[in-house]
């Protein structure tokens, strides 16, 4: 069943930037997607909550959200992105591992190589079209942008600074190229509309959405150890809601300091935080060609640089400030990351798997994983059904995992309601318990919930014994965010590109 557009009112306007909103509302004519709210600009009810009112953004970056109209069905949802500091920042990113990298993930690759991840001041994104899969004129295309946004930063009147580098992110549909001249031709006006307040941030969210129901935003404010009396800050805006399987090694996310951090150990935060955030979600199991999240540390606040951790992360040698600073940006990305699969297409659920007593991490993800991205498991949330088999089974064909890392005489999983109310024990040490349909049916109504897998029980030993004959202690966990499968998630993929 598809729902119905919904009606264009003033009060949507503000996902314009304010000096767009002059232009006035335009009628919606043909080619919408009506189970994409963003294209005309509403958020459905129960996804506003996740819409922040107001932040706290970080010194010396600005923003905008611009109508480009790379999709001609957009008629007035900004639909290119600009973030700009005011000064020359650090820069890291990790990027797609699909084989197909689009356009810009190779351009902006090749710029954090070529300047070391220094001199980095700007960002561009365009939603509509991926440039993925587009040949030579894609990477023109992506060039074409990068240079557009520098030429804009050199021509700022009575800078001092570096005119500096930017990145390029694109997102949409894959196999078709970029109306470029377009874009280009609106760089110009999306600097100029560049601003610190938060609805320029929220225009700029807005901008880079897809089938997402609603922008997603946040940001927060932090203190490292060695200033405790300087306030520092964190913004960050992610998309995403179909193809979504991060694999970092059609999701973006942009993430902003004015921490001032060294580029090495800018690099090595932002892949510790991903791993345990944005790899750690799956709406679909799809893996795109364009997923790149980019983190920006201009220093603005002031105070000493964090510098990289030692090589053997000894904690005895490794500064306070990072590892503060690494948790919070941990802390953070996860909250983003979380906010995608909320956004899930046509997801109704949002559901955590936690893998416990495991004798690695990696073995604790790679299980959860196969949990999250099982359709049996997944259909089976959607409709309701504690069919706990179908998460046995997930569990069980995980791929490449240690000998020893299962044991099904011990393993134990449960429904674990939000609310605080006892969990529901289903298999406890590979024994079925008895399923009261009732109980499981409460949990699996609410729009939050949690499948908790012990590899271990608690009665048995805290270590297996491997075939080098050592016992690595089963403590580790993991967390993965999934959402159900829902009819919706065929309609709207059904159609996608049409």
């Known amino acids: 069943m598809r729902l119905r557009a919904p009606r264009l009112t003033t009060s949507m306007v ?11 509302l335009q009628h ?4 919408l997607r009506r189970y994409s709210a963003p294209v005309a600009g509403s958020i459905p009810p129960s996804k506003q909550r996740f819409v922040p009112k107001d932040g706290t953004y970080p010194k010396g970056f600005l923003a905008s959200g611009t109508h480009v109209g790379v999709k001609p069905s957009n008629i007035r949802r900004p639909d290119l992105a600009l973030i700009v500091s005011e000064s020359p920042c650090s820069a890291a990113a990790v990027f797609t591992q699909n084989r197909f990298q689009a356009a810009p993930v190779v351009i902006s690759k090749d710029t954090l190589q070529t300047s070391g991840g220094r001199d980095v001041r700007a960002l561009v994104v365009n939603s509509g079209c991926a440039n993925a899969v587009t040949g030579k004129g894609g990477l023109e295309d992506a060039a074409a942008m990068k240079k557009a946004v520098e030429d804009c930063m050199a021509s700022d009147a009575g800078r001092e600074s570096s005119p500096g580098k930017a990145l390029v992110m694109s997102t949409g549909v894959i196999g078709q190229r970029l109306p470029t001249q ?6 110009p006006l999306a600097h100029s509309y560049l ?3 938060h609805a320029s941030w929220l225009s700029a969210a ?10 997603k935003l946040s940001s927060r404010q932090f203190r490292l150890p060695s200033s405790p009396d300087r306030t520092y800050r964190l913004a960050g805006m992610t998309k995403g809601a179909g193809m979504i399987h991060p694999d970092m090694a059609t999701l973006l996310g942009i993430l902003c300091t004015d921490a001032p951090v060294s580029p090495d150990a800018l690099q090595a935060l932002l892949a510790y935080a991903m791993a345990r955030s944005f790899n750690s979600i799956s709406v679909d199991g799809d893996t795109s060609t364009n997923d790149t999240v980019a983190l920006l540390a201009n220093g603005a606040a002031g105070g000493p640089a964090i510098t990289a951790a030692s090589p053997t992360d000894d904690p005895s040698s490794t500064s306070q400030d990072y590892v503060v600073f690494r948790d919070v940006l941990t802390a953070f990305a996860a909250d983003l990351a979380k906010l995608v699969v909320r956004d899930g297409e ?9 893998v416990t007593a495991a004798t690695s991490e990696s073995s604790a993800h790679a299980i959860a994983s196969s949990i999250a991205t099982s359709p049996l498991v997944k259909t089976a949330l959607y409709g309701k059904d504690a069919n706990w088999g179908r998460v046995l089974c997930a569990i069980g064909y995980t791929p490449s995992l240690p000998p020893g890392t299962i044991v099904p005489e011990q393993t134990s999983v449960s429904l674990v309601p939000v609310d605080g109310s006892p969990e529901l024990k289903l298999l406890v040490d590979g024994e079925p318990e008895s399923l009261d349909e009732d109980r499981a049916k409460e ?3 609410q729009e939050d919930l949690e499948i908790l897998v012990r590899l271990r029980s608690s009665s048995s030993s ?14 580790h966990e993991a967390c993965y965010y999934t959402c159900d499968f829902s009819h919706e998630y065929v309609t709207i993929n059904g159609d996608y590109r049409t």
Do not use: M, N, W, Y
Request: net charge negative.
């Open 182 to 187: 377009k874009i280009v031709s609106r760089i």
């Open 462 to 475: 805290s270590s297996i014994e491997t075939l080098d004959g050592h016992d690595p202690p089963a403590v």
């Open 28 to 31: 919606i004519t043909t080619g």
């Open 14 to 24: 503000p996902a314009l930037h304010p000096r767009a909103q002059a232009q006035g």
């Open 346 to 354: 046509g997801a109704t659920k949002f559901v955590t798997i936690r």
């Open 206 to 215: 807005t901008a880079i959405c897809t089938t997402d129901t609603f922008p």
């Open 195 to 197: 601003s610190s307040d």
């Open 443 to 445: 949990i699996l109504e």
